[in-house]
């Protein structure tokens, strides 16, 4: 079974500050993990996924994860926010099966400050 | 392409009344599935279809029920609407292929209340 817990339901920063949106996974066999963003009564799209290789993963607008095994970790930043980051993320991972299903951490809503 | 496509874009019903919400890709998916969200509670699984012809019960299956009419086209109904399925549902459809990283792709979402 997989499970994802992000840390926090909200999250402030100021403009120009440091994001750090943090996502702890579950998983019985090597994972897929993913960051999808929320933007005000949308769908959702994906940032970002690591599958395998390299574990520093970069993806749209400037946002970056890293994969941590040891820790079961995969945290999403951005180094400098911008108003227009102001949404709300989801972590989710897959076990990469065909037609596998993605378990979904319950959302970090992200306010960026002027 | 407009990828994933979702009718009606909101709906209001009042208990007890049926509905159907369609869903439709064009990016010859072989897996599709429907997802709910709800304040605090990240989006769950509802159904999902691995491939044409089969269909399973996710997270929270109970006063649903889909049909995958064809490759494209994946629908869900709401035989007997409570205000408990008051949220807001998503259609997501992926590859679904043996080696493929499992990205999902969604639709923008059918906001129901049920009043």
């Not at chain 1, 993990?33 to 290789?53: A, E």
Request: neutral net charge; glycine residues 10%; contains cysteine.
């Amino acid at each position: 079974a997989q499970s994802v817990t992000q840390l926090g339901s909200h999250v402030s920063v100021s403009e120009g500050a440091l994001v750090l949106l943090r996502c702890n996974y579950s998983s019985s066999v090597p994972p897929y993990l993913f960051w999808y963003v929320q933007y005000p009564n949308q769908g959702l799209q994906l940032l970002l996924k690591y599958t395998t290789g390299a574990t520093l993963v970069k993806g749209i607008n400037g946002f970056e994860a890293e994969f941590k095994k040891s820790e079961t970790s995969f945290h999403l930043t951005k180094p400098s926010a911008h108003m227009s980051d102001a949404a709300e993320y989801f972590c989710a991972v897959s076990d990469g099966t065909s037609g596998s299903r993605l378990t979904f951490g319950e959302g970090t809503q992200l306010t960026v400050n002027p | 392409n407009a990828g994933v496509t979702q009718t009606p874009k909101f709906q209001v019903l009042k208990t007890g009344q049926s509905m159907t919400l369609q869903c439709a890709q064009d990016m010859n998916h072989n897996s599709m599935y429907w997802y709910r969200q709800d304040p605090g509670m990240g989006l769950r699984l509802i159904y999902y279809s691995a491939s044409e012809g089969t269909t399973d019960k996710g997270e929270v299956p109970n006063g649903y029920n889909v049909s995958r009419l064809n490759k494209r086209e994946f629908s869900l109904r709401l035989e007997s609407a409570a205000p408990s399925q008051t949220s807001v549902y998503f259609c997501a459809s992926t590859p679904g292929l043996a080696g493929s990283y499992n990205e999902q792709f969604f639709g923008p979402g059918t906001r129901l209340t049920v009043l």
